[in-house]
């Protein structure tokens, strides 16, 4: 689960001070903030090399970059496509399940999204 923590760490990593309205730098990339009064749920999935162990994991932050919720779960999938295509549904299911409706899904996986 190691992979699930660096993932959490690369999604919700923030620099202070920084404003709402500009793009938050992390070590994967550049997390832009939803709507005010939005969320985003930010999706990804880890697979370790060596064990095959694959893992989809769902941060779920508000328009200030704050961590609301999250889920991380194993999956038995065949591939990282496929597994990409697991943490959108994952999220598409944590967000339905909260009953939430103003929420912007964002992965990493073009060709998935």
Same mark, same amino acid.
């Given at each position: 689960m190691r992979e699930v923590i660096e993932f959490e760490v690369a999604q919700t990593s923030v620099i202070?001070? @920084?404003?709402? @309205?500009?793009?938050? @730098?992390?070590?994967?990339?550049?997390?832009?903030?939803?709507?005010?009064?939005s969320l985003?749920?930010?999706?990804?999935?880890?697979?370790?090399?060596? @064990?095959?162990v694959r893992a989809t994991a769902v941060l779920l932050c508000n328009d200030k970059g704050k961590l609301v919720d999250g889920l991380a779960q194993e999956v038995n999938i065949p591939s990282v496509f496929q597994g990409e295509a697991s943490a959108i549904r994952l999220a598409c299911v944590m967000c339905a399940t909260l009953n939430l409706s103003r929420v912007e899904i964002e992965g990493d996986s073009k060709s998935v999204l």
């Open positions: 202070p001070p @920084s404003p709402v @309205s500009n793009p938050i @730098s992390a070590a994967h990339g550049t997390w832009t903030p939803p709507d005010q009064g985003k749920a930010n999706c990804d999935v880890a697979v370790n090399a060596r @064990s095959k």
